[in-house]
């Protein structure tokens, strides 16, 4: 059997469920089912009924608590997408100043691999003029003998 469990100023509480219908009732409560729609039942012991108690005040209440958790929950949506945001935003710097640090090893590489190369040429280029040298030096000295 079910009963309907109001508190002592007999505001609805709760329905309850009686595992067996020889349980006795419990003191604050009724088989009278609260209509459906009733924002705030309070149950009439003498006509055994209940009626809305709710104010337009208590009604307005209720409806801001909702209204303000519905405004919560959009906040902290935003919340979350900024964070999401914030994170992303980290993520595509790190990315950027990893970039940053290849192009400059590879600057770097090239800029002493060019150096080398440079180098390479003016020994090369030393090299040459030693040996025009020596062979202009030999043909003077073929010269001068035949």
Same mark, same amino acid.
């Given at each position: 059997?079910?009963?309907?469990? #109001?508190?002592?100023?007999? #505001?609805?509480?709760?329905? @309850?469920?009686?595992?067996?219908?020889?349980?006795?009732?419990?003191?604050? =409560?009724?088989?009278?089912? +609260?209509?459906?729609?009733?924002?705030? +039942?309070?149950?009439? @012991?003498?006509?055994?009924?209940?009626?809305?108690?709710?104010?337009?005040?208590? @009604?307005?209440?209720?409806?801001?608590? #909702?209204?303000? *958790?519905?405004?919560?929950?959009?906040?902290?949506?935003?919340?979350?997408?900024?964070?999401?945001?914030?994170?992303? *935003?980290?993520?595509? &710097?790190?990315?950027? *100043?990893?970039?940053?640090?290849?192009?400059?090893?590879?600057?770097?590489?090239?800029?002493?691999? &060019? @150096?080398?190369?440079?180098?390479?040429?003016?020994?090369?280029?030393?090299?040459?003029?030693?040996?025009?040298?020596?062979?202009?030096?030999?043909?003077?000295?073929?010269? =001068?003998?035949?």
């Amino acid at each position: 059997m079910q009963v309907f469990l #109001y508190d002592d100023n007999f #505001y609805f509480l709760r329905p @309850k469920i009686l595992a067996s219908p020889e349980i006795q009732m419990p003191d604050n =409560s009724t088989t009278v089912k +609260p209509p459906d729609g009733l924002w705030r +039942p309070q149950f009439d @012991k003498a006509n055994n009924v209940w009626h809305e108690s709710a104010d337009q005040e208590y @009604k307005d209440i209720q409806k801001n608590k #909702y209204q303000n *958790e519905f405004e919560s929950n959009t906040v902290m949506e935003q919340l979350v997408t900024l964070r999401q945001q914030l994170a992303d *935003e980290k993520l595509a &710097r790190k990315q950027a *100043e990893k970039a940053q640090n290849t192009l400059g090893i590879q600057l770097t590489t090239e800029v002493l691999a &060019r @150096k080398e190369a440079e180098d390479l040429n003016q020994s090369l280029g030393e090299q040459m003029a030693i040996l025009k040298l020596d062979v202009l030096s030999l043909k003077g000295e073929m010269t =001068s003998e035949s």
